[in-house]
């Protein structure tokens, strides 16, 4: 079985980004609610399934009883899905949902990305939110509390799939102990080391080093061969805080922290553990010889040809990133595709937590309309709309075409039919390391584009890191 191109929702916005995440950090950014928006252009205007019957026919296999309409509002347009293993999965099984129920009359409204961030805030803004849409993890607070968003927590917690159901991807969805959402779609990582295993074997190393000393050491070889030894791109700014802070960060802090943060319970950017890691990154950027030159100029798309082409030993960036890469080397280098390898970050020396972990996440959720309350037979047909687009038959589906995952668990993922690498990446991803969140998959833009701009201006070594803290804490408290 051949793999296809794993763009995800990271690679349109990854996450997103997030991906939310490092959703959208490529080419555009979110606006603000309040901000006037253009009517976004639709995918064919709207998709629209064949009209109910007139005469309704008994309850469908799945005990829905609703006969009429119902309306959900989507970014996976038919374009994206061609290169993405979670559009073209949701888009699948949403179609398998409407075919099984002939008497909804089931309206797609398919926006682009960048389209259904702004449009779907200012929808919120409006009280007029669908039926069912898709709900970012750093709206989830404001909206829940605002009464926009359907209490799910029932829902979910009595769902025959419940058992299976990754509980940590309900993390940004969750207010108190509510929960607003079913995670859609795929989860990728933000935070991976592609390496050359060839060349760091040269250097003295069978696996990709464990501790940033170490990378330091293999550099020295690096850099008399004139080789980068890893190559990053932060111009667009989000890359420092989705591709690297946000793993590095857990390994100070660890999770409660961050958690903590997305709460409001306490914790804050200017905690000791929280400016150790910006020390860190500093460090590494401005004091060693590790990352290229021009890291704070180039965007991800730039550094990994540095990779591509052999001038740099290894590269970090997210799973949008690898599928790039493994096609291009697939079709141009077989013996370097063959050679590619996967690490997570570096341990720090001061660093005590997480080792092994990760960025990973879904930054979005199935959610509904808190309005369908009043109409019990239509909430019921939404919840299960909810339930079946991010449940077993989505989760086999991207599992068995693409390797990837999702909300629900799949047991014994069959990947023999993969090429090795994919393989590698599959297990690499779910199964060998630990996870940890996505910065950006939560709180608010406000936040982030005050963090990201200063840890750009830190990077280079014109700001220091209390500085950075205290900024970013400041705009923490002003918008959240």
Known sequence: MK?????????????????????????ETSTPASEPTKEPTKEASEEKSTPAAETPSDASADG??????????HYSTSEES?????????????????????????????????????????LAAANDLPDVFLLQGMNTIDWANQGLVYDLTSDIKSSPYYSDYNEAYFAPFTVGDSIYGYPALTGGTCTVVIYDKAM???????????????????????????????????GGKWQANSCFLSTLGNRYTGPDWFMSMV????????????????????????????FNEDFNVVTNEDAREYYISGDAAAFIGGNWDE??????LQETDQEKWSNMGFAVLPQPADATKAPKSQNIGLGYAVAINAKLADNPEKLAAAIDLAEYITGPE??????????????????????????????????WSYVDTETCEIYDSYITNAVWDVLNTDLQTMMNGDMSPEEVAANAQKAYEANY
């Not at 296809?4 to 997103?16: F, R």
């Not at 829905?64 to 509002?73: A, F, H, R, S, W």
């Open 3 to 27: 793999k296809k191109w794993l763009g995800l929702l990271l690679s349109t916005a990854m996450v997103t980004s997030m991906l939310a995440g490092c959703g959208g950090k490529a080419d």
């Open 82 to 122: 061609e290169g993405n293993g979670g559009s073209d999965g949701f888009r699948t099984v949403l179609k398998m949902w409407d075919e099984m129920h002939p008497d909804i009359t089931l309206t797609q409204n398919v926006l682009a990305n960048a389209e259904y961030k702004t449009q779907i805030a200012t």
């Open 263 to 290: 709460s409001k319970g306490g914790a804050a950017f200017t905690d000791e553990e929280f400016v150790k890691a910006l020390a860190e990154t500093q460090r590494l950027f401005t004091e060693t010889s590790i």
């Open 323 to 328: 599928s790039y890469i493994w096609a291009t």
């Open 64 to 73: 829905v009883t609703y006969v009429g309409d119902l309306e959900i509002m």
């Open 200 to 234: 760091w074997k040269d250097a003295g190393f069978d696996t990709f080093p464990t501790t940033w000393a170490d990378i330091e050491k293999a550099s020295e070889y690096f850099n008399g061969q004139n080789i980068t030894t890893v190559a990053f791109g932060n």
């Open 394 to 427: 989505f989760a086999s589906f991207v599992a068995e075409n693409y390797a990837l995952g999702g909300l629900t668990k799949v047991a014994d993922v069959d990947l023999s039919g993969f090429d090795p690498i994919t393989q590698d990446f599959y297990n």
